[in-house]
């Protein structure tokens, strides 16, 4: 079945870490990918994503995210996290051509001043 | 800026009632979604729309059923409400085709007492 597994789901770091969140999908064919955020009391909105093309992919307030196809992964970074941040994170796979999107369970991210 | 709106940002109801969750969206998007949202489960797909009147089964559409008269507005039902259905529902719009985003409404979390 096509899933898609977020490695940790509560990471907590200090203001100016580097942050590197874990994605991995089961998916066979051309996929799409998105990180999507959920601040606190706020929707979902999208954060990147890949269709095609440079897999290193930048996204809204310095993140970026790399698909490695031979390793069906699509890490979300930011080099240096803020306290405003701290937010849900979701990574999702959807297939070309396909109405479904399917989402990881959602990492929490607390970043402390 | 794409807006999608549901109609509650909380109810509570009690077991048995049936429930209507509606959402909104303005820009003319061909497909709509609704997915319910649990800590440690992520985004789970119950039912999702790609045309008026055209409706398809996620992942978990067991005790919801859905409507869609016309394109903007997107009905979930529950037919009788039960504890389980707790949770956060969020509705969701989006263009035709895996290639591209989509945009959420700020959910309504539902209590079933």
């Known amino acids: 079945a096509q899933s898609v597994s977020q490695h940790n789901h509560h990471v907590i770091l200090s203001e100016a870490a580097s942050l590197e969140l874990g994605c991995n999908y089961s998916?066979?064919?051309?996929?799409?990918l998105f990180w999507y955020v959920q601040y606190p009391g706020q929707h979902l909105q999208l954060l990147l994503k890949?269709?095609?093309?440079?897999?290193l992919v930048k996204g809204i307030k310095g993140f970026e995210a790399e698909f490695i196809k031979s390793k069906f992964s699509f890490n979300l970074r930011k080099p240096s996290v803020q306290w405003s941040d701290t937010a849900e994170y979701f990574c999702?796979?959807?297939?070309?051509?396909?109405?479904?999107?399917?989402f990881g369970a959602g990492t929490r991210l607390f970043v402390k001043a | 800026d794409v807006k999608v709106t549901q109609s509650s940002r909380y109810l509570v109801k009690r077991t048995g009632e049936k429930v209507f969750l509606e959402c909104v969206q303005d820009?003319?998007?061909?497909?709509m979604f609704w997915y319910r949202q649990d800590p440690g489960l992520g985004l789970r797909l119950i039912y999702f729309?790609?045309?008026?009147?055209?409706?398809e089964k996620g992942d978990i559409p067991e005790g919801y059923s859905v409507s869609r008269e016309k394109k903007e507005r997107f009905s979930l039902i529950l037919e009788s409400a039960s504890t389980n259905q707790t949770s956060m529902y969020l509705c969701?719009?989006?263009?035709?085709?895996?290639?591209?985003?989509?945009?959420f409404g700020q959910g309504t979390r539902l209590t079933v007492v």
């Open positions: 890949y269709f095609s093309g440079d897999p």
């Open positions: 820009m003319d998007h061909e497909n």
């Open positions: 999702a796979v959807s297939h070309t051509g396909g109405f479904k999107t399917i």
């Open positions: 969701a719009s989006g263009l035709q085709g895996g290639r591209t985003e989509a945009f």
């Open positions: 729309s790609y045309d008026v009147k055209m409706k």
């Open positions: 998916y066979g064919g051309t996929v799409n």
